[in-house]
């Protein structure tokens, strides 16, 4: 398997615009999770879904933030409009539940590094 | 206060030294620990779970917990250049895991 998968690797942007950032899990797992990793906030969960649907978005920092997931392979993480505030490296990952005691493992993709000038 | 605090480092030893992480934390509903291992502009990846006070071990690691203190500890053996890297503390309520609470990270760096 590729392991979770992540586009773009990097975005610039301008304050302002529209940014949006794609995961495609892992084929087979049904959660997925978008977290952000600052150097003052450190990784922080946003969102989770299960099954494609959204279970908690309480990370959500503001109305700015936008999470979806169409489909079992592809979720979208959109901010509108961006700030500076905004920059940072976004993480999505995913995980199969756990069946028989087995030990749920998220696994996260390589990131998206953002900045917003 | 955050709730899991954990020291940024950084943190720069010898090859062979014995490494040890450390993190703190004030909820007491904390019941599962787990060690990431983050390497430079990658996603973080599962080192050590652990669920209960005690110590595990896993080769050339071991995850220590101390739920009366809410202190959890990863040393490292033997350390290596390869161990280079920011590590996670995270933990969870529920064992499913899911709703991560992570540290801030340190960052290690043995030197050969």
């Known amino acids: 398997d590729a392991g979770v998968i992540q586009s773009p690797r990097h975005e610039v942007t301008e304050m302002g615009q529209e940014v949006t950032l794609r995961c495609k899990p892992i084929?087979?797992?049904?959660?997925l999770f978008w977290y952000r990793q600052t150097m003052m906030r450190g990784l922080e969960l946003l969102i989770y879904?299960?099954?494609?649907?959204?279970?908690?978005d309480s990370g959500m920092p503001e109305d700015r933030f936008s999470a979806k997931m169409p489909n079992a392979s592809f979720s979208t993480l959109k901010i509108q409009p961006s700030e500076p505030r905004d920059s940072a490296v976004y993480f999505c990952?995913?995980?199969?539940?756990?069946?028989?005691?087995?030990?749920?493992?998220?696994?996260f993709g390589p990131g998206t590094r953002l900045l917003v000038l | 206060q955050k709730e899991v605090e954990q020291d940024p480092g950084p943190l720069s030893v010898p090859e062979g030294a014995i490494v040890s992480l450390n993190c703190t934390y004030s909820?007491?509903?904390?019941?599962?620990f787990m060690w990431y291992r983050q390497y430079s502009r990658k996603g973080p990846e599962l080192l050590m779970y652990?669920?209960?006070?005690g110590n595990k071990e896993d080769g050339r690691f071991t995850a220590q917990v101390d739920k009366s203190s809410k202190y959890i500890s990863l040393f490292i053996r033997d350390s290596q250049p390869s161990d280079s890297a920011t590590y996670l503390c995270?933990?969870?309520?529920?064992?499913?895991?899911?709703?991560?609470?992570f540290g801030s990270g340190t960052q290690l760096t043995v030197l050969p």
């Open positions: 990952a995913s995980s199969l539940k756990s069946r028989g005691g087995e030990r749920e493992t998220q696994y």
């Open positions: 084929s087979g797992h049904d959660y």
């Open positions: 879904f299960n099954n494609n649907v959204p279970i908690d």
């Open positions: 909820n007491s509903a904390f019941q599962y």
């Open positions: 652990t669920y209960s006070s």
């Open positions: 995270a933990m969870s309520v529920g064992g499913s895991a899911r709703q991560l609470t």
